[in-house]
């Protein structure tokens, strides 16, 4: 095919094939007669991969699959359109030729193909759209690219991946929430957080107390838990520091970084750093992702996929404005992912850290000391308490999932 040639199709499951010498991200947006999708539900990729009619997948010998079974696209769509993005950070397709290949996806045949030709500095590209033409469905080749990646293709066709307006605007919660009921202050929405009862001992690594107070050097009477009043707090795994300094919860804005480096030189990992959000019951109320940048009015924001945060060595952070977050927010979960199907043992110096997200100071920090031949890791939690503070706990803990959706379920019983 050339661009802007069309064909009809003679399968109703059609699957479109992008592969290139290089590793790409490979999507699919479902759009309605005004060129939109109606939410971000119809944007399919590796990190939500099925759609109404439309699914997602990595193909064995490399490149990524976008599945049309045009019976099952709901009658408001009339177009799919499939795009590729090289998954590596800033690269674009100057010098690399991706080719779309769309075969009937129940018996494999090769129904067309289609290799854009001229590519330069573009970071992403439309390559095939599926489209319905009076009750038929056919195949264009469009080979339209874009300079600003796959966000600003999402964003052309309606999702919401947009960055939004920095932490200093954010939205800011009264002080205090209503006094504590019935329940002790130190147990959390779903009983005492790991160490709470227990006296926890300070870890080596958290420097000498400053001159401060006498009040703020010690722990009240009988607590026995680390709160950030002597700085930096380094936890390790399954240890819980409360948000508190001076006496008063933080309400703040924080920044959750995360990092990661490849265990082999030369070898590179890609990982996918996400949060979960949970209600008293466990139940997910919503999650933050590389594809779902801003979630519960802002209150939670992604920094995007394959960016650097603040501080030497974070891969990807996300900012949690804990004043704004909604009262049915009572657990977050941090999670890291590794799609391609990468390993955590081939990981090394994975950690996590808290950040003040104004001043840049780091808070918490959690160094993963040991690695299992897995695909996820749940990294952190953050509990508010009945009391209003907030606690984090590390985790450190592996399952085998690839994506955050795999996490939702192990992410509950963590907390």
């Known amino acids: 095919m050339t661009p802007g040639s069309n064909l009809p199709l003679n399968a109703v499951r059609v699957a479109v094939d992008v592969t290139a010498p290089v590793r790409l ?26 759609g109404p009619g439309v699914t997602h997948s990595a193909a064995a010998g490399g490149g990524d699959t976008i599945t049309v079974d045009t019976a099952a696209v709901p009658d408001g769509i009339e177009k799919i359109v499939v795009t590729a993005s090289p998954d590596a950070p800033g690269a674009t397709f100057a010098g690399t030729e991706p080719t779309g290949t769309v075969r009937n996806a129940d018996d494999g045949s090769v129904l067309a193909t289609f290799t854009p030709p001229q590519l330069g500095p573009e970071t992403a590209l439309v390559v095939v759209e599926i489209y319905r033409r009076n009750g038929a469905w056919k195949v264009r080749a469009v080979g339209q690219g874009y300079a600003n990646g796959l966000a600003g293709i999402a964003t052309d066709f309606g999702v919401s991946v947009e960055e939004p307006a920095a932490p200093a605007a954010a939205p800011q919660a009264p002080p205090a929430p209503p006094a504590p009921q019935a329940p002790p202050a130190t147990a959390g929405q779903w009983g005492p957080p790991a160490g709470a ?8 690594a ?28 380094s936890l390790q795994k399954n240890q819980t520091v409360s948000l508190v300094k001076g006496g008063s ?21 890609d990982l996918d750093a996400s949060v979960i959000a949970y ?14 940048l801003t979630i519960l009015g802002g209150a939670i924001q992604h920094s995007g996929d394959n960016l650097t945060g603040e501080g030497a060595g974070d891969d990807e952070a996300i900012t949690v404005h804990l004043g704004g977050l909604p009262p049915e927010v009572t657990g977050l979960v941090f999670v890291v992912n590794s799609f391609t199907g990468q390993k955590f043992s081939d990981v090394a110096k994975a950690y996590c850290r808290l950040l003040d997200a104004q ?6 920090r959690f160094d993963l000391t040991h690695a299992e031949p897995r695909t996820g890791v749940m990294m952190a939690k953050l509990i508010r308490q009945f009391s209003g503070e907030w606690e984090m706990t590390a985790l450190g803990e592996f399952v085998d999932s690839r994506t955050v959706r795999g996490m939702v379920k192990p992410a509950a019983k963590a907390l």
């Open 25 to 50: 991200d490979v999507s699919g947006l479902l759009l309605a007669a005004n060129g939109k999708v109606r939410s971000d539900d119809d944007f399919v990729f590796y990190n939500q991969p099925s």
């Open 197 to 204: 009862p227990a006296p926890v001992a300070p870890p080596a």
């Open 206 to 233: 958290a420097p000498p107390a400053p001159a401060a107070p006498a009040a703020a050097a010690a722990p009240a009477p009988g607590s026995g838990k680390i709160n950030l009043d002597k700085g930096r707090v």
């Open 249 to 269: 919860p933080l309400l703040s804005s924080v920044k959750m970084g995360l990092g990661w480096e490849p265990a082999f030189r030369g070898k590179s990992i």
């Open 279 to 292: 209600g008293p019951d466990r139940k997910k109320v919503d999650n933050c992702f590389f594809g779902k």
């Open 359 to 364: 001043s840049g100071e780091e808070l918490v």
